[in-house]
């Protein structure tokens, strides 16, 4: 760890100077060629061609340095970072394996960073997993199809490799994240699927991804399954265009009527969703707001409320499912009445 003065402007003022200590840290020229472009990491063969082992010994225990995992160095004293854990993953698996499931999703911008690293390895290759690393054949051709710097196999392939461990709204979700951000095709989806036979909830999974089109959320899939088809009312036009640029979750043209849901990704967006309120409502579209609280723990009253909106506007109103309470209790609804 080296120490160094830190200069602080402090506007008109003048200059406070800090002594602190700082994680700089100098490495060879060789080092410094490699790191860039492995994501600050370095294999143990790498390090010690560079350095020799005494000037490593002397980082590691200086704290300078540290090992993430057996085989691999960090020229950093600061925690590992999520991306390095998956560059990590690729340097341990070596050279022609590639990321997957989760670890591939995250690499693409569609999930968290998982807690475990899934690396794909070549047939007939084979590595022990460890702590935060999983290492597995390909017997499937996924490495066939890998991309990217960071080498990942297809988005479609990682989907569907994750796809078992997840219930429908799960499968919905990533499929719904991964078709906003355009990394992928639903259609490819399919053909994929269909070329595992034997892959687990297969009817499920292909059901889902059939029926995605136009949705591009988990509150929206959710939406139309449990307020519009369990209750009979149209289905409304998903993702229309009604002003500019602007687009709506769920649209009943005829009845100018908008339905906006409200989950996680609206909730950096409440100036945006204000504007485009504003715009449909100076052209008459009136726009109803729901968030997950509503659409999942309530979705007959929901229904309900859009019928009695519709219906009013010309259009049809909800007729009750299996579980919706009685026409008696339905009185009570201040909205319907």
């Known amino acids: 760890m080296s120490s160094h003065f830190l200069r602080v402007t402090c506007g008109d003022r003048g200059c406070l100077y800090l002594w602190a200590c700082v994680p700089v840290v100098m490495c060879p020229q060789p080092c410094s060629t490699w790191l860039p472009s492995q994501g600050g990491l370095l294999t143990s063969s790498q390090g010690l061609a560079a350095m020799g082992r005494g000037p490593i010994r002397r980082l590691l225990a200086q704290g300078d340095w540290q090992v993430p995992a057996s085989g691999l160095y960090l020229p950093s004293p600061l925690p590992i970072g999520d991306e390095q854990r998956l560059w990590a993953g690729f340097l341990l698996g070596g050279e022609g394996s590639a990321l997957g499931g989760r670890a591939a ?50 988005l479609e392939e990682a989907l569907l490799d994750v796809a078992p461990g997840c219930d429908v709204e799960g499968w919905v979700e990533l499929l719904a994240e991964a078709t906003r951000l355009k990394r992928v095709a639903l259609a490819e989806v399919v053909r994929r699927l269909d070329l595992r036979p034997k892959a687990s909830q297969r ?14 959320s988990n509150l929206e899939w959710v939406y139309r399954r449990d307020v519009e088809r369990a209750h009979g009312l149209p289905e409304g036009d998903r ?78 109103s909800a007729r009750p499912c299996c579980k919706c309470p009685g026409p008696q209790e339905r009185t009570t609804w201040p909205e319907l009445n």
Request: glycine fraction near 10%; charge should be positive.
């Open 105 to 154: 999703l995250f690499a693409a911008g569609i999930v968290k960073a998982p807690a475990v690293v899934d690396v794909w390895l070549p047939a007939g290759r084979r590595r022990a997993s460890r702590p935060g690393w999983s290492f597995r054949e390909d017997f499937w051709d996924r490495l066939s199809h890998v991309t990217g710097t960071l080498p990942r196999i297809r």
């Open 203 to 216: 009817e499920m999974l292909r059901d889902v991804a059939i029926d995605l089109q136009g949705i591009e």
């Open 239 to 316: 993702q229309a265009r009604v002003v500019g640029h602007y687009r709506c979750d769920v649209r009943y043209g005829s009845e100018r009527l908008i339905v906006e849901l409200d989950g996680t990704y609206h909730r950096t967006r409440t100036q945006r969703d204000l504007d485009r309120d504003n715009e449909h409502a100076f052209r008459d579209e009136t726009t109803v707001r729901y968030g997950s609280v509503d659409v999942r723990g309530r979705p007959c009253r929901v229904a309900w409320q859009v019928g009695a909106a519709l219906q009013r506007r010309g259009g049809e």
